[in-house]
């Protein structure tokens, strides 16, 4: 019976060591196009010369899975749950929206935090802003510096020791106005015309009816007859006096009062920009950035950033939840490497109803310049409460993977609430449930593209992504196998948002637990030589063994690993491979 062989576009090129190119990403070779015209030539620039062979090889021959397959073992960095999930659901059944977990009190045992990963969490967030004392969020619990080293040494025990990929995110607080404290150990509730003050004041304990800000100069500019808002809408007041520095205020909107909950001051129904007078970036947030750096995490959420400058000196995802950040939001997400969308306070200062076109043209940005974008903020607010969310949440959430957003967030559901683990089943069956709805539309087809490269190699990554992407789909493949040392082809592939999933074999730990927040991407850590095809064998041999992939299946095969030779030869190629 005929088989369909391996099918390969395979692209050789030499590059001068001075070349004036940018060899960051390591790829070399000459665009794909999706009619196949290919080409030999060469390319002159100033300082350089690069020469391209490409060359089209149609064999017979299949991937034929040889015996000896410890070249690999115990190398092979599947994580226990993608492997569970591959067994039982096969390639097409996998989740491809990833799912952050902010770690609290009600989830910070070592068996708490297991449970949430087998639950799907692939990314762990620690709040640095309930780094001090106890809070509402904390629930009479402290969460000190020492609390979040424990929680990190715990997620990476887990993986080192129990074959989870949870990656680390610390949150920084940002500069913003808030509440120091009330004193309580939960919300306190404010009725409505009860009289609070306002005040700057250093105390410890509680007074009744006062409120305690963190900004000495909180009340710069403020008049009597403007408002104050808790957290979006948790209780508004009236300022109907300037006491020095301090406000006294009358309650018009009753509602509760959380310890840290965030300021929000407005005159004649707009927002009175305080905050914008605020460096990006406190002495406290530096202090925990490199705290964070010493303790390994994988990514550092910036708040409130305003503007691109911000986010150029670190590697941070930048969370938008400013009308500033809005009006600089594409050189934002450029400077950045990626994005959070802080529905709670960015809808503090934009109109309710423009969230939902707001969240969708951020992420949107965010696709087209290769970012990966998190939504985040009361997605299953309901559930902090109660063991079952509401339908119009759930609507909220499917919206969000219906726009391909990478990554969804639960804040309070998973901190602080009972039902965390719930909360997380309902995001998982729901993002499965809507990727399986895209894949039956064929919804990818509609994604327009956009061109990101300014140089030859960032093109021609773009065009070989861009191609890879096209043929997994257009044929119907099973899967597709990246092999990179930095996740920059994984990542222009999930740009393009395929049908079948993406494996991401890669020797770089760092690029492992960084890939982890990427849309449709399964990162493996493994052993690679400059032999590719000794990669593509000794990794499907082990996979075969391991059950997960079986004979028949078909998968595309992308590399961009650069040979450690000096000759400085780089061989870059797009294979199909039929498993025998």
């Given at each position: ?94 989740r491809k929206t990833k799912l952050v977990c902010t770690v609290g009190p009600a989830c910070c045992s070592i068996d708490d935090l297991e449970k949430l990963a087998l639950g799907g969490m692939n990314v762990a967030r620690l709040n640095m802003c309930h780094n ?150 406190s002495s406290k947030d530096w202090s925990d950035i490199e705290f964070g750096i010493s303790e390994g995490v994988d990514f550092i959420a910036m708040s409130f950033v305003n503007d691109a400058e911000a986010v150029t000196s670190i590697k941070v995802l930048a969370k938008i939840e400013s009308l500033e950040a809005l009006h600089k939001l594409e050189e934002i997400v450029e400077a950045s490497d990626g994005i959070m969308i802080a529905r709670g ?236």
């Amino acid at each position: 019976m005929a088989v369909v062989g391996d099918l390969a576009l395979k692209f050789g090129g030499m590059i001068k060591k001075d070349a004036a190119i940018n060899l960051k990403k390591g790829v070399f070779g000459v665009p794909v196009s999706r009619h196949g015209v290919f080409f030999s030539g060469k390319f002159r620039t100033p300082e350089s010369r690069i020469r391209v062979q490409s060359v089209m090889q149609v064999g017979v021959e299949s991937a034929v899975v040889s015996n000896d397959s410890n070249s690999l073992k115990g190398v092979l960095g599947f994580d226990v749950v993608s492997e569970v999930e591959l067994r039982e659901k096969g390639f097409l059944g996998l989740r491809k929206t990833k799912l952050v977990c902010t770690v609290g009190p009600a989830c910070c045992s070592i068996d708490d935090l297991e449970k949430l990963a087998l639950g799907g969490m692939n990314v762990a967030r620690l709040n640095m802003c309930h780094n001090t004392r106890a809070g509402p969020a904390l629930r009479g619990r402290p969460c000190t510096r020492e609390w979040h080293q424990d929680v990190i040494r715990k997620i990476k025990k887990l993986n080192e020791e129990k074959g989870y990929c949870v990656s680390v995110m610390i949150d920084t607080e940002g500069s913003q106005i808030h509440v120091v404290d009330h004193g309580a150990p939960s919300s306190v509730k404010a009725e409505d015309g009860s009289i609070w003050f306002f005040t700057t004041e250093k105390f410890e304990g509680s007074r009744p009816f006062t409120v305690q800000a963190n900004y000495e100069g909180f009340s710069e500019g403020i008049n009597v007859g403007d408002e104050i808002v808790f957290d979006g809408g948790m209780a508004t007041f009236e300022v109907v006096e300037k006491v020095g520095n301090d406000l006294r205020c009358k309650c018009t909107d009753p509602g509760l009062l959380l310890p840290r909950a965030k300021l929000s001051f407005w005159r004649d129904g707009k927002l009175v920009t305080k905050n914008y007078e605020l460096p990006t970036l406190s002495s406290k947030d530096w202090s925990d950035i490199e705290f964070g750096i010493s303790e390994g995490v994988d990514f550092i959420a910036m708040s409130f950033v305003n503007d691109a400058e911000a986010v150029t000196s670190i590697k941070v995802l930048a969370k938008i939840e400013s009308l500033e950040a809005l009006h600089k939001l594409e050189e934002i997400v450029e400077a950045s490497d990626g994005i959070m969308i802080a529905r709670g306070d960015l809808g503090v200062e934009i109109p309710l109803e423009q969230i939902p076109t707001v969240q969708e043209k951020i992420t949107y940005v965010c696709r087209q310049l290769n970012k990966p974008v998190v939504v985040a903020s009361q997605l299953l607010e309901s559930m902090v409460e109660y063991p079952t969310p509401t339908r119009a949440e759930v609507a909220d959430v499917s919206e969000a993977v219906r726009q391909y957003a990478d990554a969804l967030m639960l804040s309070g559901e998973s901190a602080i609430g009972p039902f965390g683990q719930k909360a997380l089943a309902v995001l998982n069956m729901t993002s499965s449930r809507m990727e399986l709805w895209g894949r039956e539309e064929n919804r990818q087809n509609v994604l327009s593209q956009h061109i990101l490269g300014s140089s030859l190699p960032d093109q021609i990554a773009e065009q070989i992504c861009n191609c890879a992407a096209g043929m997994a789909n257009n044929l119907g493949l099973d899967a597709i196998f990246v092999y990179t040392r930095h996740g920059q082809m994984a990542s222009l592939i999930s740009r393009n948002r395929p049908n079948p999933p993406i494996f991401a074999f890669t020797n770089n730990s760092s690029t492992r637990m960084a890939l982890n927040l990427q849309w449709g991407v399964t990162p493996l850590l493994v052993d690679l030589s400059d032999d590719m095809e000794a990669n593509i064998s000794n990794s499907i041999d082990l996979i075969k063994t391991k059950g997960l992939i079986k004979t028949g299946d078909t998968v595309l095969v992308v590399s961009d690993i650069i040979p450690t030779s000096t000759t400085q030869t780089v061989f870059q190629s797009i294979m199909v491979k039929t498993i025998a």
